[in-house]
Structures are given as structure tokens and as C-alpha cells.
């Protein structure tokens, strides 16, 4: 019996055949070698990797961060890869929510204020009711009045994940967003994207080097030197932990080949 592939309307981002090239010539760098993946509506996914395989690279090109040297990027039905600047700002409004490890905070905003940020800009109102849970959730309830210059880096970031969701948006990009919190918090907001992916529907893609982090996803995708080697289904802290070693064992083996190690 074979398992049938995800439909169209399954799908919240995709990327085909994707090369991602920075300079030319000797100082020339293929960050991503064809890349094709197909990211799951309504569902956590997180993307690992060594050091310069280019997870944040696939995930910046997906977001519309980032331009494609050759393939294609979609988020929904949306062809990414060739809009104009006031059609990618418009996705990344509508469309698409960010958590970096750089907070991104506009300083002369309080943390309300900065939560409610992107709805503002598109015109829309929030849901309270969807506000206080994200709030009270991520433990923000009695700093909603203070600046981020009065908050610590843990509470900053903590902000930059309620904004992120919010608004509900299609699919939520996060670079590492638990990088800076401690590891209660870390696992409150880890345990919050995966609730508002299972009981909202919520789709999000989460960069990240942290094996306990990855375990709270539904898919491991594994990257390295710019391809896709691995993935993982339902995985376990351990489980990733293994893979991960798998891939530091192929890579040094591989750059010692190419030295001519023996």
C-alpha cells in the first residue's frame, strides 16, 4: 500500500530545485544545491544542520528574506521568487510571521505595542481572547507596559514569539527562538508553537541547533553542505542527537577526502 504525497492545499511553503550562490569565481559559495522540499500545513517542522549547511539560508529564500540564484519558492498558492518589493512586503505582512534571535523591537514601543505591531500596519483588530492566551502563555502579562530597553533579553524574545503569532499567519519562520531564554522558558514557548500547531493549525518552520527544541517538532529536515540529507518523523531529543552525530562523522570524513587525508 503505498502512502499518498501531500496535495497542494497540504502544503504552506515549497521550495523546487533551489541553488542559492553567493560571489563568483574563486571566492564563490553554493550555499544551497537544489534544494526541493515541501513543508506541511498545520504542522511543526524544524531544520537542522552543522554550521554553514545552510539551514538559515533555505529558511531566509522560503521566508522571502532572501533571493533564489535559480528554482522556486512558494508560500501557499503564492509563487515567491520573482515578486516585486511591494508584493514580498505584502506577504511577509499577510502571510508569513518571523522569530529571530535578534529581537527586532521597536524600542519606542511598549511590549503590547510591539505584539500587536503587524496587525496594526495591516489595518486589522485583534482577537483579545487569541492576545491573552499568546500573553499569558509566554509569561508576558505584567510586562505589557514596559519598553524593551526594560525588559531582559529572555522577556525580548518572548515578545518577538507573541508577536510572531499573534496574527495567525500562514506559516511562522523561527531562527532559533528559544536561543536566549532559559530552559523553563524555552520549554513553555517550545511547548506553546506546538500547541497552537496541534490545536490551531498553525504552521511553523523552526531553524534551530538544539536537539531537546527539534524534539518538540513533528519533522526533522537535515542539512549539509547545502542539501538535504536526512529527515526524521516524530523524533526524539535522542533520536536527532544521533542523526546529528551521523552528519559531523560524514562531513569531517568528507573534508578529510578532499584534503587528501588518509
Known sequence: MTTALPTAVDVAARAV??????????????ALHGVSVELERGRFTAIMGPSGSGKSTLMHCLAGLDTVTRGEVFVGDTRVSGLGDRALTDLRRD?????????NLLPTLTAEE???LPLSI????????????VVDTVGLRDRLRHRPTQLSGGQ???VACARA????????FA?????NLDSRSGAEVLSFLRSSVREYGQTIVMVTHDAGAASYADRVI????GRIVDELREPTSEAVLERLKRLDVTSAEAAAAGSGAV
Open 156 to 158: 525580548q524574545q518572548r
Open 122 to 133: 495591516a489595518g486589522r483588530k485583534p482577537d483579545r481572547q487569541w492576545f491573552d492566551t
Open 175 to 179: 531562527d532559533e527562538p528559544t536561543g
Open 17 to 30: 530545485d533551489v541553488w542559492k550562490v553567493y560571489g563568483s569565481g574563486e571566492a564563490q559559495v553554493v
Open 114 to 116: 510591539n505584539i500587536l
Open 165 to 172: 503569532l499573534v496574527a495567525r499567519p500562514e506559516v511562522i
Open 222 to 225: 537535515f542539512l549539509a553542505d
Open 95 to 103: 502571510k508569513v510571521g518571523f522569530i529571530f534571535q535578534q529581537f
